[in-house]
């Protein structure tokens, strides 16, 4: 996988207070010192809630967690009349290294389109924050047989106008709507089959050299039981684990099977 430094990262969607979320982290960096777990060889993020980064952020300067963290969205704008959104800006302060852009969840439920998307993966950048950019088909497209082309049109949607440079940083995770929260987990095959068709695709946008650089993660109903499989993939570069990213226990496993 040349050197491509696997992330595990765990989205924990509208999950943990701000309470909750520290017990949550602090458990989590407790497993994996126990497990003397290698940082450099893996890096392990976590995606909580906006309310939740203060304290995620004290923790980790505080105790000198090696976890990184990022938010599940940001705005496409700086500042200004936006209520109640919230601006790369701030998350930059706040010490977040990742986003989450175009989460299933925020595209179906919030009606995020690609256009929209390739704006805040231009905010993202504003401000040095590295897009987790999600792209995958539902059930419907899926049974149609036109995902692949569904995919790559999301992709390139989403990241239209993006330099070269910027595309070398870039994280992609391929989460098949279908499978996520719903148990049902794409196939090892499937999960390759998308992760190098979007390599193949960043490679035709950007050329070879950047492609090989982008991790491309699986994400979709990953356990313990069945990451390994997934992350043995030439092209799967980590994962993006939300459900079972709420077990400190669970989520050390998932990142373990990396080593
Ligand atoms: C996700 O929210 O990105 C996700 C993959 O969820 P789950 O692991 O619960 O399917």
Redesign the pocket.
């Known amino acids: 996988k040349f050197n491509r430094k696997p992330l595990i990262a765990g989205?924990w969607?509208m999950n943990m207070d701000h309470v909750q979320g520290i017990t949550l982290l602090q458990k989590l960096a407790w497993t994996l010192a126990d497990a003397e777990h290698d940082y450099g060889r893996v890096e392990v993020a976590v995606f909580p809630p906006f309310t939740d980064l203060r304290g995620v952020q004290t923790l980790t300067m505080a105790d000198d967690l090696k976890v990184r963290y990022g938010a599940q969205d940001l705005s496409a704008h700086d500042s200004g009349a936006y209520t109640g959104e919230i601006s790369g800006q701030f998350l930059s302060r706040l010490g977040c290294e990742y986003v989450l852009v175009g989460?299933s969840e925020r595209r179906a439920l919030h009606g995020e389109s690609n256009d929209l998307l390739a704006t805040k993966v231009a905010a993202a950048y504003r401000y040095s924050i590295t897009p987790v950019l999600c792209v995958g088909e539902g059930l419907e497209i899926r049974q149609a047989g036109t995902h692949v082309e569904y995919t790559l049109e999301q992709l390139r949607g989403s990241l239209a106008g993006i330099t070269k440079e910027q595309a070398e940083t870039l994280v992609v995770a391929y989460?098949p709507v279908w499978?996520?929260?719903t148990g049902e987990v794409a196939g090892p095959e499937d999960a390759q089959e998308l992760c190098a068709a979007i390599r193949n695709e960043l490679s035709s946008l950007f050329g070879i050299d950047v492609a090989s650089k982008v991790r491309v993660l699986y994400?979709?109903?990953?356990k313990a039981g069945n990451a390994a499989a997934i992350l043995a993939q030439r092209d799967v570069d980590g994962v993006?684990?939300?459900?079972?990213a709420l077990d400190a226990a669970e989520f050390a496993n998932i990142v373990r099977f990396e080593h």
């Open positions: 989205n969607k989460h989460e499978a996520i929260g994400g979709g109903s990953v993006l684990v939300g459900g079972a």
